[in-house]
């Protein structure tokens, strides 16, 4: 599935001798951009499922990873200094030799393939390499978070038009990609919740949510009762939104590592329409790119995924560019 001819592997490269956790860096400093992260080494992962039972055939989010590895990611992040193990494919099952079962549909293959994002992750962490995992769509960091927080206690910067917190009893779809970051703080099915090991993977302490303006209405109980801290476009457009990020990272300052979730809908469509669940009023290409820039200044970066980058709805490749750019950003690419 996906893209048939992976990269070939490239030598190990170990950590700095600074350790995973580099002290923060100072914006006036003129450094290395492979500094901003623990590790210069980068597992790249490609996991495609499009598992929403509610279309009849693959909307085009399973052609994502390949997209932005056409658009030059790999020869990006080598640029900027990382030395880039693309571990291919993450295998998953096909969706056109599924039948969707009644209720979460095809929970029983995102569970197997979310599974396999866990140790991938889990490895590289292990490896003292940075886990990037390319969706798909944002189920996937049901593994990646799991993976990462495997023996590490982890936070995590959502970037999303919506939640992502409904369960099978709140959610009006049942689609499983609007239930990750639910499952992974302890709500929702027990296949997603104990995923890789039983239990949530996630303190509600350790996540925020960043740029959201799409929530259904039992998710947005859910959020609140759950104590999730939250950051909507309102409070950005009347707080702005550098001072809202610096208070975001700064509430995740205690944990290990940092993962940074980025969803392409966190943008507003007119910059990235190649997304299936466009929601107006999002993130604009200055303010995506200053966020990614605030996020590498502050550093601890131990884990990022990108998802939901869905060619056939695109134009011109044009939301695989601006998330290569936005990742560049995240990276350390800076303009002095």
């Known amino acids: 599935m996906g893209d048939p001819h992976p990269i070939a592997p490239a030598p190990p490269l170990r950590a700095p001798a600074s350790g995973r956790h580099p002290p923060r860096r100072n914006p006036e400093q003129t450094r290395p951009p492979s500094n901003l992260l623990p590790s210069h080494h980068v597992h790249l992962g490609r996991s495609p499922p499009d598992h929403d039972p509610h279309r009849r055939r693959p909307s085009g989010v399973d052609l994502g990873p390949t997209a932005l590895r056409y658009a030059g990611l790999k020869s990006e992040l080598t640029r900027l200094g990382y030395r880039v193990e693309d571990r291919g494919n993450i295998e998953t099952v096909e969706r056109d030799t599924l039948s969707a079962a009644p209720g979460l549909g095809f929970l029983q293959p995102v569970v197997e393939a979310c599974e396999r994002i866990y140790e991938a992750s889990r490895q590289a962490v292990a490896d003292d390499a940075v886990p990037l995992v390319l969706g798909g769509d944002h189920s996937i960091a049901i593994g990646t978070v799991g993976g990462v927080s495997h023996e590490h206690r982890t936070g995590v910067l959502w970037i999303d038009a919506h939640g992502d917190f409904n369960t099978p009893e709140t959610s009006p779809t049942g689609n499983l990609h609007g239930m990750p970051l639910a499952a992974l703080c302890g709500h929702g099915a027990p296949e997603l919740v104990n995923l890789g090991r039983p239990g949530p993977k996630l303190q509600p302490e350790d996540v925020v949510l960043f740029g959201v303006r799409d929530l259904d209405s039992g998710e947005q109980a859910l959020i609140q009762q ?43 469509p007119r910059e990235a329409p190649g997304v299936g669940t466009q929601a107006p009023g999002g993130l604009s290409y200055r303010e995506g790119h200053l966020l990614m820039e605030l996020i590498a200044e502050h550093g601890g970066i131990g884990s990022v995924d990108v998802v939901e980058v869905n060619p056939i709805l695109d134009t011109r490749n044009q939301t695989a560019k601006l998330a290569l750019g936005l990742l560049s950003s995240l990276f350390g690419r800076s303009i002095l």
């Open 226 to 268: 759950a104590g999730i801290a939250t950051y909507t476009m309102r409070q950005i457009d009347e707080r702005g939104l550098a001072p809202l990020a610096a208070e975001a990272l700064e509430l995740l300052d205690h944990v290990d590592l940092l993962h940074v979730s980025l969803d392409m809908d966190s943008i507003d």
